[in-house]
């Protein structure tokens, strides 16, 4: 039986980009009696992890942040920003005027996030702490990340294997035969329609999980099909019946 493959539905960046918001959202540490609300107290802590940590890069500006339509609509924020590699970077950014402050974090493999949070609900230096935590941690967060798309891409890889294994081997069998036949081909699955005389069609479905035990016994279905229909005497109708429903 070959492997079960993912969920088509998301892509290799969004896979990624769900991989790193869960790990980024994990830096805010909560607590409701750390209020913070002027913005000297924000550049304060900024530079004392700065300081503290002067190997580390720490970048600290301000920048104006949009919150409408409008130029006038926008805010001064203070920015911690670190460059994690030359493929990633992580920035902490509080809106002393807002209730809000936010993690905009970029990665070649998950695009660019913003993980928002309640400025009122959030401990800064507990907060900053996490965020050397995860800069610490980001070699092996990354070496994830590399292996979920590697893991991705072997899967992608497998199914198109698996797709074209089925048109082939399909092509080859009914083509051989006399019967008119197409092969209609969804996500996952392939449906072979097939005509025979007095104006019957028969349907199968093949799919990546399936097609190794189905193909082959395509021919004698085929055959035990034909000398079926050669001795009904008049037309009936023939039905698959969902086994869920017994």
Known sequence: MPKPF????????????????SLVKKIYAQNADAIFTHKRDVLAAFKRLQKARP??????????ESKGY???????????RKSLSCAASIEFLVDCDAKYLSIRFSHIDAGNFNVPYERC????DATLENLVKFVDEFPNYNEQSSR???????EQKLKEIAQNTIRAMVSNIMNST?????????ENSFLL??????????????????????????????EQT????????FPISIKALDNRRL
């Open 6 to 21: 993912p969920n088509p539905a998301k892509s290799k960046s969004e896979t990624c980009c769900d991989f790193w918001q």
């Open 55 to 64: 190997d580390y890069g720490f970048e600290i500006s301000y920048k104006q």
């Open 70 to 80: 409008r130029d006038c609509d926008k805010s001064q924020v203070i920015c911690l």
């Open 121 to 124: 609900w959030c401990n800064l």
């Open 148 to 154: 979920i798309i590697m893991e991705i891409e072997k």
């Open 178 to 186: 006399k019967h008119q036949w197409k092969l209609f081909e969804s």
């Open 193 to 222: 329609e097939v005509a025979f005389d007095k104006g019957y069609t028969i349907q199968m479905s093949f799919d990546i999980q399936n097609y190794l035990e189905r193909i082959p016994a395509l021919q004698n279905v085929l």
């Open 226 to 233: 034909e000398n079926f229909l050669k001795e009904i005497p």
